[in-house]
């Protein structure tokens, strides 16, 4: 079966955490916006240096602060990938506090932090907005174009191994 | 028929059990909302939310449960919303996970719709926050440009 590793990804409602899945593992992407209720799991199995990943990726609704999840949805997760919205501030005004709560939480489980709808943004506008985002070493990503999904995933794959 | 009657005909029809060994497999179930293949494999490799929690069902003490409200089921001939709960109990003498599924669907569903009008609307409100103050920089620029 190889190592199976439950992540779980969090952020703010419409960041674009069911858009990144649906992109990583269907390699789809709809611009309508279906809100998620509760969480829906999918898997991919990732191998690297020849170890096998079972990746199985928890979307979780997104709300304001993972402190109005259900606890049992965050129970037991080997990783985190945190997803901002660059063009939405609220979506990143706090993330030092949520950085700090999850890993209290979750002492063990690395966290990736993905800056998600890049495409929207200039090259002059990123440089901008990234540089001015809370904390850094963000994954920049587009759901919609696929630009470093796969990475971001693969770096948390990383870290689970 | 008796109050006890009306009641488990009545939670019969969107609620299953299941019930799974220590290792995974399968060991008796009611099909009520989706039935298992005539020889099932292990469960903690065909179903990925099993997967993801076994670690957690074998770490499970008896007379435990654990739940998960709201997931988005989509296995063989059912998909819809179900909340999950699992006790460890004592089955023929040795300890088993009761799964069992209670089909929440239709109520979930006029959630999803109230929470998305709820979304769609914060959302729009910040992006157009977010315009003003851009334009408002661009104007500001512009205006420190052409005095300059
Ligand atoms: N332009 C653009 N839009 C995106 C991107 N990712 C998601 N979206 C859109 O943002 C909205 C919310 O996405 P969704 O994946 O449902 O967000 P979630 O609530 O975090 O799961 C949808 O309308 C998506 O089409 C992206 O990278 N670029
Ligand atoms: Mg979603």
Redesign the interface.
């Known amino acids: 079966m190889g190592k199976s590793k439950k992540v779980i990804l969090l952020g703010n409602f419409g960041v674009g955490k069911t858009s990144l899945v649906r992109q990583y593992v269907f390699h789809q992407f709809s611009e309508e916006y279906m809100t998620t209720i509760g969480v829906r799991i999918d898997k991919k199995v990732v191998t690297i240096n020849r170890d096998e990943v079972s990746m199985i990726i928890w979307d979780i609704a997104g709300e304001s602060t993972h402190q109005k999840i259900p606890d049992s949805y965050k129970l037991g997760a080997h990783g985190i990938i945190y997803v901002i919205d660059v063009l939405r501030p609220s979506t990143y005004k706090s993330i030092e506090d949520e950085m700090i709560s999850l890993q209290e939480l979750l002492p063990n489980a690395p966290i990736v932090k993905v800056a998600n709808k890049i495409d929207l943004l200039t090259e002059k506008e990123r440089v901008e907005i990234v540089n001015n985002l809370p904390l850094n070493d963000y994954v920049l990503c587009s759901a919609k174009n696929g630009e470093n999904v796969e990475k971001a995933f693969y770096k948390l794959a990383g870290k689970l191994i | 028929m008796k109050l006890q009657d009306f009641k488990s005909k009545f939670l019969r029809s969107w609620v299953q059990f299941v019930l799974i060994n220590e290792k995974g497999h399968l060991l008796e179930t009611c099909n009520t909302l989706f039935s298992f293949p005539d020889s099932p494999g292990n469960l903690?490799?065909e179903i990925?939310?099993l997967?993801?929690?076994?670690?957690?069902l074998a770490d499970l003490k008896p007379g435990e449960e654990?739940?998960?409200?709201?997931?988005?089921v989509d296995l063989s001939d059912f998909s819809g919303?179900c909340d999950y709960v699992f006790y460890k109990i004592n089955y023929d003498g040795k300890t088993a996970t009761l799964w069992i599924l209670m089909n929440f669907t239709d109520h979930?569903k006029n959630?999803?719709g109230l929470?998305?009008q709820r979304?769609?609307s914060?959302?729009q409100k910040?992006?157009l926050e977010?315009e003003k103050k851009m334009l408002f920089w661009q104007e500001r620029c512009s205006g420190i440009k052409t005095k300059g």
């Open positions: 903690f490799d990925p939310f997967e993801s929690i076994s670690e957690l654990i739940s998960f409200p709201c997931i988005n919303f979930y959630l999803m929470q998305q979304n769609e914060v959302i910040e992006l977010v």
